[in-house]
């Protein structure tokens, strides 16, 4: 059975091709400016019109698309359960940010120090929490890595370059001692 996905709403559409336009420009006005333009548009109730996510059962999060032409970026609304944690990933080298629409994330942001043959020690270089309406973002230029916590059941919108179904996550290794990761490539769900 095949469900017919709604057309986004015009608020959304506008938002989408004003992203698409600073891609255009770069990945640095990309991450430069668009999570401003996303800030303010979901200031407008309307903008929420027919966008919605599942809600999250424990230990698990969810991500639902709302806009993403074939090819080009693409915008998705995620619900976190309360004390979810998402294993340190990369984005392909490419940045992506996020606006919190409710709730309380934190994003926690590393380097990995190669330690071995695939072993790797994750080192903290620094934390965002944010708050409804606030903005992350993942900007490769400055650090790649990052993981991200959510307290509390939170919501919030991911904006990505492109829409990818896989990511490249750190995942402890089982047969060392302390903390050693090791990377993998592991897929995202689909929607």
């Known amino acids: 059975m095949s469900q017919t996905r709604q057309e986004p709403n015009r608020k959304v559409r ?3 091709e004003a992203l698409g336009d600073l891609l255009a420009e770069g ?12 800030q303010e548009a979901i200031q407008d109730p309307e903008f929420f019109e027919g966008v919605e996510t ?4 424990p230990g698990e999060y969810t991500r639902a698309k709302v806009i993403g032409d074939e090819g080009r970026h693409v915008v998705r609304y995620m619900e976190w359960p309360p004390e979810y944690s998402l294993m340190p990933h990369e984005h392909h080298g490419r940045p992506c940010f996020e606006v919190l629409v409710e709730g309380q994330l934190l994003l926690a942001n590393m380097e990995a120090e190669r330690v071995g043959d695939d072993a790797f020690e994750m080192n903290l270089v620094g934390t965002d929490t944010t708050a409804p309406g606030e903005a992350a973002v993942i900007d490769p230029r400055e650090c790649e890595i990052h993981a991200v916590y959510s307290p509390v059941r939170s919501r919030s919108l991911h904006v990505y370059p492109d829409d990818s179904y896989y990511g490249v996550g750190y995942v402890p290794k089982e047969e060392t001692e302390g903390d050693v990761y090791t990377r993998e490539r592991f897929l995202l769900k689909e929607d």
């Open 14 to 16: 506008d938002v989408y």
């Open 27 to 38: 990945d640095d006005a990309f991450v430069e400016r668009g999570p401003a333009l996303l």
């Open 54 to 57: 599942e809600h999250a059962p």
